[in-house]
């Protein structure tokens, strides 16, 4: 929760139930602000951001200052290599760091350092990426700092040792360790895997800390760089309100220089991760802003339109609601949290999601990850973020919001007695965009409930669902190592058969088939067929 196609992810509804498109006409909608939209034109529908800075739905408001220094910088050309240096220095001066990077994203300033950590700026080396032969190829990482980010380092070809321990950590580290990727959080600054904790031990043996503090502002000096980390990841579309895909890597002359070498517009593995002059400098108009704007008015202004929508919603029989005001420094943003009595208001927080996301104006509220459903939220809540917000959106929000708690569409669900016993193995076949793929469910029944195991191409994980007549729905998630998989399967059943649709969350959908498992005593022949 967070960094990362929603729509069709959307349209497979898991547990909560099937919302019946009657109930969303219900709803009267409310004018969208007079101005053209540019999306519209081209049949995408364009929304209001409640969910925050995350990237799939658009993240923050670029800075004007920015769009003007990015529109200032496509009428001319430069070297971009000097242009890098330039800039470089002036956004060190500015952090009071060595040096720094514009990159295309933190994501991407992570991938670099990486390779910067490993290959040391030799082009040699840069070249053979992913194949680590004779070079540093393990990166340890915190336990706490296991996140679906951790791929922008794995992209490299680098192995990730997880510690959870300074006895682990001084285990780990050796010959092959290229660099310790940190997370920032409650776990970098205090307890006994903080960065100054590891810097005691890594800074000795020459090895490196690379802390990602992509949803986090900036401050003077750095804590990460203060505490002892050699290189820090932000992005620059979140907080900072630069470019959407830029970013910053700050730390390390040497170490900047040899991860720079590694992206674009330079040969070799990184070429992909080129960013443009007009991106370059939006991101130092970006941070020469962040050092200038008022942030406390910021933070009053966000306050003030979570106030005005709590206010809306007081008069409202059965609803709870809290203004969180947070205090640390990753994902500092005020959210009005807002909560039902399900007696009163019998919609789950994904029936209030999706309702909002299919009405007009179309919002997104909830920052519970990236993407949706991710998994559904089944409880009686929702949170709304104030920060990616324009002036009027909280006026639209919370009118939204009272005229669908104040009458709540009926939601039709899946009801009844289970038709069939789907306990046993199954042999599932799933149809991916360009592949299909031999998968296996193994369920549990009791009643109308399912539980059991999803075997999986990267492994097993536990699923659960339920049946309801000949109406199936199961769902499974893989959480392991970083990795975040949630798999939504609905459809029908005849007992033998199973067929549906599946959400694959942020990566689309499928189709999907299942059939029991034939089981033969041993050294039976099967039939052919």
């Known amino acids: 929760m967070k960094r990362r196609e929603l729509i069709k992810g959307l349209s497979i509804l898991p547990l909560a139930g099937a919302v019946s498109e009657s109930a969303f006409g219900a709803v009267p909608a409310i004018p969208q602000k007079a101005r053209k939209s540019i999306y519209q034109a081209i049949g995408v529908r364009p929304l209001i951001n409640a969910r925050g800075t ?8 670029i800075m004007p200052e920015v769009q003007q220094a990015m529109d200032d910088a496509v009428h001319e050309y430069v070297q971009i290599d000097e242009l890098m240096d330039a800039v470089g220095e002036r956004l060190g001066k500015l952090t009071g760091a060595e040096f720094a990077y514009v990159s ?37 990482i915190p336990a706490y700092s296991r996140t679906a980010y951790d791929a922008a380092a794995k992209a490299v070809g680098v192995k990730m040792i997880e510690v959870s321990t300074m006895e682990d950590l001084k285990l780990a580290i050796g010959p092959q360790t290229a660099m310790i ?30 802390v990602d503090a992509a949803a986090e502002g900036l401050e003077v000096p750095n804590s990460h760089l203060s505490q002892g980390a050699d290189l ?33 517009p330079h040969h070799g593995f990184g070429r992909g991760f080129k960013v443009g002059r007009e991106e370059i400098m939006g991101m130092l108009a970006a941070v020469e802003m962040w050092f200038k704007r008022d942030h406390a008015g910021e933070w009053m202004t966000w306050v003030s339109w979570g106030n005005h929508i709590q206010k809306r919603l007081s008069s409202i029989p059965g609803i709870s609601m809290e203004l969180i005001e947070p205090k ?35 919002i997104a509220v909830s920052g519970a990850g990236s993407f949706l459903p991710f998994p559904p939220n089944l409880q009686p809540n929702i949170s709304v973020a104030t920060t990616s917000l324009q002036a009027g ?82 769902r499974s998630s893989y959480t392991k190592a970083g990795v975040r998989i949630n798999f939504s399967f609905t459809g029908t059943t ?36």
Not at 54 to 61: E, P, W, Y
Not at 191 to 206: D, H, N, R
Not at 351 to 356: A, F, P, T
């Open 328 to 362: 640390a420094r990753s994902n500092r943003a005020p959210s009005l949290n807002v909560k039902w009595d399900q007696s009163v208001i019998p919609l789950t927080g994904e029936d209030m999601e999706k309702l909002l996301w299919d009405g007009n104006p179309r």
């Open 54 to 61: 995350v990237t799939i739905v658009g993240a923050s408001q």
């Open 232 to 264: 820090v990841a932000y992005s620059g579309g979140k907080y900072l309100r630069g470019p959407q895909c830029a970013g910053l890597l700050i730390g390390r002359k040497d170490l900047i220089i040899a991860s720079r070498i590694n992206a674009g």
């Open 104 to 140: 295309c994203g933190a994501s991407a300033a992570i991938t670099a350092a990486t390779a910067g950590c490993v290959t040391g700026g030799d082009p040699d080396k840069l070249w053979m990426i992913p194949d680590l032969s004779g070079m540093k190829d393990e990166v340890i």
């Open 494 to 529: 005849d007992g033998n058969m199973m067929q549906g649709k599946v959400s694959l969350s942020e990566y689309g959908d499928a189709e999907w088939t299942a059939k029991r498992h034939d089981y033969r005593p041993a050294g039976s022949p099967r039939s052919r067929g």
């Open 393 to 474: 959106d909280e006026k639209i929000i919370a009118e939204r919001l009272f005229t669908i708690f104040s009458n709540p569409p009926m939601i039709k669900r899946a009801t009844g007695a289970a038709a069939f016993n789907l306990s046993g193995q199954w042999d599932l076949k799933m149809k991916f965009s360009a592949s299909t793929v031999d998968q296996t469910l193994i369920i549990e029944q009791k009643d109308t409930s399912l539980i059991g195991t999803h075997v999986a191409s990267i492994g097993a994980r536990d699923l659960d669902g339920t049946l309801h007549g000949s109406e199936v729905t199961i």
């Open 181 to 210: 990727l940190v997370l920032a959080g409650s776990g970098s600054e205090n307890g006994p895997l903080s960065i100054q904790e590891i810097s005691s031990v890594a800074k000795p043996l020459g090895v490196p800390i690379l």
